[in-house]
Every structure is written in structure tokens, then in C-alpha cells.
């Protein structure tokens, strides 16, 4: 059975800093590209960042861009987010997600960690 | 904002067919990415609906079926059930952006 576990969220102040990490499970995690997807409070989904299978290659939203840093540990089967200057708008559920073999369908959900920016 | 809009609400008795739209542009559906669908129930993580435009992961009821035409694709729920209440979203890739898109949401109701 695909696993898939965030940890990391939190509490956290204006500029400051936290980093997430997503356990996967039950599948050959080398294999997939994976993507962080947050949801604010209330609000609908909202795509944050996708990482290639080794690694090699990565993409941000324009919100986050220069602020977060997505990277894997295939060897550890785990996938982080590094969030840096974190402001009140990034409060979230953030959610690590797999991509399908083929498609850049979303096949499998995290359940979601709550990111809160406050003072 | 999203470059992929969606009603914000769509509701129907059980059994009625429904349908939601995602609107888009040239530079994502427009331009021939796929689009996917995903169901989120209340308090919950989504779920794959429909991947490639109109394909169903196994397990997914043949009542939600998924169409695209020019720059907006369609879902549609046919026999609408109880359980069917929740939020809809599509998704793309957008060349503009150089990233992927998920729709505004769409919350569907079980009159």
C-alpha cells in the first residue's frame, strides 16, 4: 500500500524558517517525480513545487520561487521542502503528493501537515 | 487566482446528472496538456478522479466521466449520490507559468 507521511509543520514566525519531510512507502520511490501542494485554510489547492526522480530537475510556483527548495533522499525514500521567509500567506496544509508513472496526474496523497506563519 | 476557473458551486438532487467546467486559455488547456480531476471530502487529503482528460483510475465509479474540447474541459457526474458531496478541482500544466495549475474549485451539493 502507497504511503505517504509529511512531518515538519508548525508553528512558525514571520521570516523564519521550517523544513518538511514526506516518508514514502509501498512503492518504488526512485521512480516518481513528486510534488508539494498546500492548501490554505478555507481555500482551494494550490500547486507549490515538483521535484524529478533523481533529483536533477525542479520547478516552483511563482510564490515560492527563491524562498523554498524542494529535494529528495532516494536512499531514504523521502522527500522535503525547505521554507525560508516564511510569510502570513504561506499558512497552509501542505500536502506531498506522488505523480503518476505516465500521466502528471497526482495518483497519491499525503495527509497534509498545517504550516502556520504568525506572530 | 488561478489561470483555471471553475463554478464555484454546482447542486443537484440524487440521481441527476451534473457537469463542471474549467475554463482555461492557449497556454494550458488550449494548448493540449491534460487535464486531471481530483474529489476532496470535507477534512480530507484529494483524490485522483480522472487522469488524462477522460481516463479512471481503478475504483472510481463509471458515473464521473471527463471530457476536453478547445480550452475547457468538462466533468461530469451522472446518477449524482450523497456521497458525491464535496469539492472538485481540475488540473493542467501552464506554459505561461512554467508550472502546473489547479483550478478555483468547484463545490458540489446534494439537494
Known amino acids: 500500500e502507497v504511503q505517504l507521511v509529511e512531518s515538519g509543520g508548525g508553528l512558525v514566525q514571520p521570516g523564519g524558517s521550517l523544513r518538511l519531510s514526506c516518508a514514502a512507502s509501498?512503492?518504488?520511490?526512485?521512480?516518481?517525480?513528486m510534488y508539494w501542494v498546500r492548501q490554505a485554510p478555507g481555500k482551494g489547492l494550490v500547486w507549490v513545487s515538483r521535484?524529478?526522480?533523481?533529483?536533477?530537475?525542479?520547478s516552483y510556483a511563482d510564490s515560492v520561487k527563491g524562498r523554498f527548495t524542494i529535494s529528495r533522499d532516494n536512499a531514504k525514500n523521502t522527500l522535503y521542502l525547505q521554507m525560508n521567509s516564511l510569510r502570513a500567506e504561506d499558512t497552509a496544509v501542505y500536502y506531498c503528493?506522488?505523480?503518476?508513472?505516465?500521466?502528471?496526474?497526482?495518483?497519491?496523497w499525503g495527509q497534509g501537515t498545517l504550516v502556520t506563519v504568525s506572530s | 487566482q488561478s489561470v483555471l476557473t471553475q463554478p464555484p458551486s454546482v447542486s443537484g438532487a440524487p440521481g441527476q446528472r451534473v457537469t463542471i467546467s474549467c475554463t482555461g486559455s492557449?497556454?494550458?488547456?488550449?494548448?493540449?496538456?491534460?487535464i486531471h480531476w481530483y474529489q476532496q471530502l470535507p477534512g480530507v487529503a484529494p483524490k485522483l478522479l480522472i487522469s488524462?482528460?477522460?481516463n479512471r483510475p481503478s475504483g472510481v465509479p463509471d458515473r464521473f466521466s471527463g471530457s476536453k474540447s478547445g480550452t475547457s474541459a468538462s466533468l461530469a457526474i451522472s446518477g449524482l449520490q450523497a456521497e458525491d458531496e464535496a469539492d472538485y478541482y481540475c488540473?493542467?500544466?501552464?506554459?505561461?507559468?512554467?508550472?502546473?495549475?489547479f483550478g478555483t474549485g468547484t463545490k458540489v451539493t446534494v439537494l
Open positions: 509501498g512503492f518504488t520511490f526512485s521512480r516518481y517525480w
Open positions: 488540473q493542467s500544466f501552464d506554459s505561461s507559468l512554467s508550472g502546473y495549475v
Open positions: 488524462g482528460n477522460s
Open positions: 503528493a506522488r505523480e503518476h508513472l505516465t500521466e502528471t496526474a497526482v495518483d497519491n
Open positions: 492557449s497556454s494550458n488547456i488550449g494548448a493540449g496538456y491534460d
Open positions: 521535484i524529478k526522480t533523481d533529483g536533477s530537475s525542479t
